[in-house]
């Protein structure tokens, strides 16, 4: 019987920067909000909340308070207006979402159609989406792709997108555009997430993904994770069911970037309890092995 | 019993264009040269050494007379090379190969790192080469692509390459680039041609292309065909023999780019002969069926 962390998993360094940046700006305030939530994790949101920093979902609710701008940033014309209203902005949008803006603006004005790897309805996609003038297609894969001949297109992907998937929408572009300019925006830290849960997939019974139910990355490693075996993805320990892990040998355990260490271990120490129940084999750990030192 | 000819083969608009340039440059002067095979087809080289135009390899060869440059293009420095020299210069160097070579040299000057599709001892690839400053990736498809990550990557195509090739190319690249600028500079003779070969073997028992054996595109078509159906790539039509054609119904017939009419219809004519020899069946046609009206 085993439990294994992936290697690479939980926060990455935009979503620690996020939540850093929030603390800070809400000891010196009594009164603060994001602007949505700030990462997509319900615990850590409301860990938040207990800190004094309120989500609010429209800037109608902003009441002049001191705004954080989430992670995932907000759209152009939102962030013009808070500005017009005078409004306290905490930026606290990843430097890689805002990069991926940078590049969609550039090569819309270059004169590029846009084309977008991502999902249409995310924050992340309808902040990029208000940098580009000109209409955009949005797709989540290859499928997506049309049959239109394009003269100039330029490709840019929502930063928690598989690269399998960047692959194959441009590999369908290229027999229909005269040019094509791709910006490979998908971070760093999601494909080492991606990879690690990939590996682990492969050499284990069940997989068991944390995270956000509406965290786009913690969504991605559990669909990689389902191509080879049973997963669940999970928001906290309590969904766990002991009937989960009866026959199975190898648990993989692994966590999208906006979940907190606290709710990775209370999973952790829940399987092995799980496991320890059914088998009585397994000893409680109360330390996670090879994690915190790998990220 | 049935031979079909591809819809789309033969001359294409550059070679076409190629050939009048050089027929009408040699009406006014008795002795003019090409500098290399103005295509790759050594037959229609042979016309056109009897019109008085002489093929010469090198430079050193020229001796101060008129000179074509075939269609491939020349290198960069040959060029000004033979400007320096005071030599006449005729330019049959197919546009869209010009076009591609403005494209390599933007490309390289803007910064990025080149990747050409193609066959290095090519003469258009050794042109094209010639207006890249830095050094040059040249793959002939994906398998060439080595393991180093690249920070921006411009990728271009010698013009009769396969779509499919470019597609793997870049999909190959996608994972290890920061940006990918593809120009897809295939032309559009080529693909048509290879679609027209592909559906044609796709439903023969027996492929028959012809052209050059030093034409790239003509080759390509040959091995396009092959992966379906028993193929021969041969140049004229003495090449062919009888017992090829034993047990076969469906007989397929394309043509290079370079490829001229009279070789096509000679062979087309003794592909008749010997199915009518063997078979007893077929009556020898004079015309080629859709063909001539379809490019």
């Given at each position: 019987m085993n439990v294994k962390i992936a290697k690479n998993s939980g926060f990455c360094f935009g979503v620690k920067r996020a939540i850093k940046i929030a603390l800070e700006a809400a000891k010196g305030n009594h009164e603060i909000v994001t602007l949505g939530p700030i990462i997509h994790n319900p615990q850590m949101v409301k860990k938040l909340e207990d800190e004094g920093i309120k989500n609010v979902d429209d800037?109608?609710?902003?009441?002049?308070?001191?705004?954080?701008?989430?992670?995932?940033g907000v759209k152009r014309e939102t962030l013009l207006q808070l500005k017009k209203d005078g409004v306290e902005i905490i930026n606290a949008t990843c430097p890689y979402v805002s990069k991926t803006q940078e590049y969609a603006q550039e090569l819309s004005e270059e004169g590029y159609k846009i084309i977008i790897l991502g999902d249409k309805n995310h924050p992340e996609v309808q902040a990029l989406k208000s940098y580009i003038k000109e209409e955009v297609v949005i797709v989540t894969n290859a499928n997506g792709i049309?049959?239109?001949?394009y003269q100039r297109v330029g490709v840019i992907s929502?930063?928690?997108r598989n690269v399998k998937d960047l692959q194959?929408?441009?590999q369908a572009l290229v027999p229909r555009c005269h040019e094509i300019r791709v910006i490979n925006t998908i971070c760093n830290a999601t494909t080492i997430r991606q990879e690690s849960t990939l590996k682990l997939a492969k050499e284990s019974d069940l997989m068991i993904v944390v995270g956000g139910k509406n965290s786009s990355n913690t969504k991605m490693l559990a669909k990689i994770s389902e191509n080879f075996v049973k997963t669940y993805h999970i928001e906290i320990e309590c969904?766990?069911?002991e009937k989960w892990f009866k026959d199975k040998e190898n648990i993989g355990l692994t966590a999208g970037a906006s979940t907190p260490d606290w709710v990775i271990v209370g999973v952790y120490n829940k399987i092995i309890k799980c496991m320890g129940d059914i088998n009585s084999k397994i000893e409680r750990i109360k330390d996670i092995p090879e994690f915190e030192e790998e990220r």
């Open positions: 800037v109608s609710a902003i009441n002049g308070r001191p705004t954080i701008i989430r992670s995932h049309d049959n239109k001949n929502q930063t928690t194959e929408v441009v969904e766990i069911e």
